[in-house]
């Protein structure tokens, strides 16, 4: 009984949110989408030719703007889930934490180094604020440790991270491997 109200409620709000409505007008897949399209009017961070790897991607909506803010550059695509294609992106399906998904994704860079990498990666989450945060913030560092060795001198890490009790970790950890954290 309590979860049909909860569903009703999450549907409800959805309805009403103005990100989503815009998402469907826009033709991204999700809403998250604008929260990339921000980081990156501020910071400027795309440009043509980038080569670009979403950890995380799905339902694919970072990774339908990064290919078109990239333009002709090259988009790696990595989730749990199964994606629909998008543009001539490759896509990888299996877990970012197995070091044989993390092998597949620099076979696919071809030996070079990313231009960006970026990760919307969360857990499903429970409810419980502390634990979502620091489990999230658990997939935030993996990734950052990835990004660090992978990613060219002037790259990019952007990342998704829960405010919590592993929030100062993450930024002073990020701090030890980049010229600047935002």
């Known amino acids: ?21 815009q998402s469907r007008v826009d033709g991204y897949r999700a809403r998250s989408a604008y929260k990339l399209i921000e ?3 501020k910071y400027k961070i ?20 990064a290919i078109k803010a990239a333009k002709s550059g090259r988009l790696i695509s990595i989730d749990l889930k199964k994606m629909e294609p998008i543009g001539n992106s490759m896509q990888i399906q299996g877990d ?7 092998n597949e994704i620099k076979q696919n860079l ?5 231009d960006v990498i970026m990760s919307d990666m969360a857990i499903d989450t429970t409810g419980i604020k502390n634990i979502d945060s620091i489990q999230t913030g658990e997939l935030c560092k993996e990734a950052m440790v990835f990004a660090k060795d992978l990613l060219n001198e002037n790259g990019y890490f952007i990342s998704k991270i829960f405010m919590g009790g592993t929030f100062n970790e993450i930024v002073a950890e990020g701090k030890k491997y980049f010229k600047e954290v935002k």
């Open 46 to 65: 795309f440009k043509g030719g980038m080569s670009v790897v979403d950890i995380g991607a799905a339902p694919g909506s970072w990774s339908q703007y």
């Open 110 to 114: 071809n030996g070079k180094k990313a």
């Open 96 to 102: 970012f934490t197995e070091a044989n998904i993390q």
């Open 39 to 41: 980081i990156d009017e």
């Open 1 to 21: 009984m309590k979860k049909n109200k909860i569903s009703k409620n999450w549907i409800n709000k959805q309805r009403r949110d103005i990100y989503v409505r």
